[in-house]
Structures are given as structure tokens and as C-alpha cells.
């Protein structure tokens, strides 16, 4: 579902990624972890068409998203690829069901699609009584279920998590934790997480260990 072949970045002088082939398969929970300044955080936004390689070729559901034109990746980004930060990146002016209705929004739903799709999602994930509130009025452990609803209202082909549970306490981090896998069993759901969490990295369905640059394991 996604095959990187040879993927080469660098800043500067500084060569981040050396050449990073991986597959990922479609309903797999696999988390990337390694020490600070390995290239994880490099190699989680190439895979998401935030940032581009200098080399190589990134494929997601057949397509490959080097030849893209930036509108086209845009549209590409919007619709097939979600995404979970460590501090969840609400809106803080609008409610959680606003936050949530975006994407669906930007991908060209009405606004009535998307009030619905996302009063849905909000609902699947146990948030139908917190829907009209703003993230200053949720706990931490809301504020990432919304932003997890959020990365799922357009139905991605994958998720990209960046430390997602870093911020969190032990209960609502364990609570998130399971929430991937519930999405993964209930719906295929495809996950890549950054993390340095070895409780999360020990549940996934496989775990890539990087260090200065490369995949060692």
C-alpha cells in the first residue's frame, strides 16, 4: 500500500535519509522509532507529501506522488492521507465538530455532508456530547480523539502520527493507543506512528528501527 524506494534527503550538508526502502502493507500498524535525529520526523512528512525527497520514489495506493504537481498533491493529500500530532493542532476558535468538518469541507462536501460525516465520526468515537465544544474545554486525551476524527473523516488510505500520546497522561495514552487498534480491527485502518513510547511500539504490527539515517532493523 505504500513502497518507498531509496529515499535520500538532506538539509544542507546534513544528510538525513540515506536511502530508506520500506513497504507498508494496507490495515498495518506499524510504528518507526529510533534516538533524536535519526530522520524519523523527515521520513513521516515525505511519506505524508509534506516535504519532498531528494531522491527516490514514494508510491501510496498505486500512485506515485513524486510526479505530482503541487495543486494535484494537495488534493491527493487532503483525500488519501490523515494525520495525528502530538499537540493535536486544533483550531482553537471553532468546536469540535468544526475542527472535524475541515477536511471534508476542503475536499469539496457540503456543508451539510460534512456536519453529518463528522457528527458521525465524533459519534464512533465517543465524543457526541463534547461535539459543540472548543478544544479550551476538553481534556487532553478529547483534544486527540478529535483530532483523530478529524484524520478520519475522509476516509484516508493511511494515518501518520507523529507522537501522538506524548503529551498525554498514562490513561488517556493507553486509551489512544487502543483507539488505533480498535480503527485497525473495525476498519482497516492503516497507521504509521512515530514515537518514542516503547509501551505503543511493542503493540504494533511491526516496529522500524532507524538510527542516523537508515533503517537497522
Given amino acids: 500500500m505504500i513502497d518507498l524506494v531509496g529515499i535520500k534527503k538532506s538539509f544542507g550538508t546534513l544528510e538525513v535519509l540515506k536511502g530508506i526502502d520500506l513497504h507498508i502493507n494496507k490495515g ?16 513521516l512528512q515525505i511519506i505524508g507529501t509534506l516535504d519532498r525527497a531528494d531522491a527516490g520514489s514514494v508510491r501510496l495506493n498505486g500512485v506515485d506522488v513524486c510526479r505530482l504537481k503541487e495543486k494535484e498533491l494537495s488534493v491527493f493529500r487532503n483525500r488519501q492521507i490523515g494525520f495525528v500530532f502530538q499537540f493535536h493542532q486544533l483550531l482553537p476558535e471553532f468546536t469540535a465538530l ?18 453529518k460525516k463528522a457528527k458521525d465520526t465524533l459519534d464512533f468515537l465517543g465524543l457526541s456530547e463534547r461535539a459543540s465544544h472548543k478544544p479550551s474545554e476538553l481534556s487532553g486525551g478529547e483534544k486527540q480523539r478529535v483530532a483523530v476524527a478529524r484524520a478520519l473523516i475522509n476516509h484516508p488510505s493511511v494515518i501518520l502520527a507523529d507522537e501522538p500520546s506524548g503529551s498525554l497522561d498514562t ?13 485497525r480491527d473495525r ?8 514515537t518514542h513510547d516503547e509501551g505503543l511500539a511493542s503493540l504494533t504490527d511491526r516496529t522500524i528501527h532507524m538510527k542516523d539515517g537508515c533503517i537497522i532493523d
Avoid: C, R, W, Y
Wanted: no cysteine.
Fill in 28 to 43: 498495518e500498524v506499524v510504528s518507526i522509532v529510533g534516538p533524536s535525529g535519526a530522520g524519523k520526523t523527515t521520513l
Fill in 98 to 115: 468544526e475542527n472535524v468538518m475541515m477536511p471534508a469541507l476542503i475536499a469539496g462536501v457540503s456543508s451539510v455532508d460534512a456536519m
Fill in 171 to 183: 490513561q488517556n495514552k493507553e486509551e489512544l493507543h487502543q483507539l488505533f487498534f480498535d480503527l
Fill in 187 to 194: 476498519m482497516g485502518q492503516t497507521f504509521v506512528i512515530v
